[in-house]
C-alpha cells in the first residue's frame, strides 16, 4: 500500500456553497483518472490568515480564491506573478515544496480563452471595447484586453469614482463614460463585456440602451445564472454573436488544475453540461 500522499486542493470564500469549482475539478480528477481531492471551504475574514497557513500542512498543495478574499491573499503570498499584482488579486494560490506560497490571477486568461472558443474569428485589435462595471473581474478583463491589443476599453460604472482610479491605474487606452451616458459606449465597439452583477438572479437588470449596439459587435457577459441573460438576449436580438459566461469559469480553471495535479484539462461541451447539471 502506497504511503504517497494524496494532493488536495480547495476554494475559499466567504460565501462559497454556490461555488461550481468542486464540481469541476472533481470532474477533471475522474475524467484523467488522477488521485486528489478538491473542496469547498468557508473561510471568513478573520481567518483568512491562519487558514491558508494550515492548509500546506493538512496536504493540500493549493486552493483558489473567491470573494471577498482576493485582494487579501496577495499579502500572505511570498511571490505573486506580475498580472497578479497589476489586477491586485488573486484567484490561485499554489503552495510550494519549499514552503512558500504563490499567488497568480487566471481569471483574464479565462475570460479571453472563453472568446477565443466561442468566436474563434473574434479579433481584439479590430475596434473598441465597451466594458460595463469596475469591480475585481473588470481588473482581471481589462489587464487581458491591453495584453491582447484592444486598442481603446469605454469604461462605465455606476460610481464615477471607481471608474477614474482605474483609468489613473492603466492609462489613456481607457476612456470614461458617466453611467448615465452607458449607451453611448456602444457606439462602433466591436467588444462589449458586462462585467456586473446586473442580470444575475436575484440581483437588478441591466437597463443601458442598446440602440448603438452594432451587429457585428461579439456581446459577453460575466454572469453564468441565469446563462443567457437578458443582456445576451438582447444583443443575440439585434444580430450580435454572444458569448456566456460560463466559459470563463471554465477555463481560468485549467492553469490551476494543471499546476496542482499535472495534466491540462480540456474544456468541452461534457465538461460544460457536468458543470450546468450540478
Not at 55 to 75: A, Q, R, W, Y
Not at 153 to 165: F, G, K, P, W
Request: proline share 6%; charged share 20%.
Amino acid at each position: 500500500m502506497s504511503d504517497q500522499k494524496i494532493p488536495l486542493a480547495a476554494v475559499l470564500g466567504a460565501p462559497v456553497s454556490h461555488s461550481k469549482s468542486p464540481l469541476l475539478h472533481s470532474f477533471w480528477l475522474r475524467r484523467y483518472g488522477l488521485p486528489g481531492h478538491y473542496i469547498p471551504i468557508h473561510v471568513e475574514q478573520a481567518d483568512l490568515q491562519t487558514v491558508i497557513r494550515t492548509l500546506p500542512l493538512m496536504g493540500f498543495i493549493g486552493c483558489n480564491v473567491t470573494i471577498p478574499h482576493k485582494e487579501s491573499v496577495l499579502d500572505l503570498a511570498d511571490t505573486v506573478t506580475d498580472r497578479a499584482a497589476l489586477i491586485g488579486a488573486a484567484n490561485m494560490l499554489t503552495f510550494r515544496p519549499d514552503g512558500k506560497i504563490s499567488a497568480d490571477n487566471t481569471d483574464g486568461y479565462g475570460f479571453i480563452e472563453n472568446l477565443r472558443h466561442g468566436a474563434p474569428d473574434w479579433s481584439p485589435r479590430d475596434g473598441p471595447a465597451a466594458l460595463f462595471g469596475a469591480g475585481g473581474a473588470a481588473r482581471a478583463i481589462i489587464t487581458a484586453l491591453i495584453d491582447a491589443g484592444v486598442p481603446e476599453i469605454r469604461l462605465t460604472n455606476r460610481t464615477r469614482t471607481r471608474s477614474d482610479a482605474l483609468r489613473k491605474e492603466f492609462g489613456a487606452r481607457i476612456t470614461i463614460y458617466d453611467w448615465v451616458q452607458a449607451g453611448n459606449t456602444l457606439d462602433g465597439a466591436t467588444t462589449v463585456i458586462n462585467t456586473t452583477s446586473l442580470g444575475m438572479e436575484g440581483k437588478g437588470e441591466f437597463r443601458v440602451p442598446m440602440d448603438g449596439l452594432s451587429p457585428d459587435a461579439l456581446v459577453t457577459d460575466i454572469v453564468y445564472t441565469p446563462l443567457q441573460t437578458q443582456f445576451l438576449q438582447r444583443a443575440a436580438e439585434m444580430g450580435c454573436r454572444t458569448v456566456d459566461g460560463l466559459g470563463m469559469l471554465l477555463h481560468q480553471a485549467v492553469p490551476a488544475f494543471e499546476r496542482w495535479f499535472g495534466e491540462r484539462p480540456e474544456v468541452d461541451e461534457e465538461t460544460r453540461q457536468v458543470v450546468l447539471g450540478g
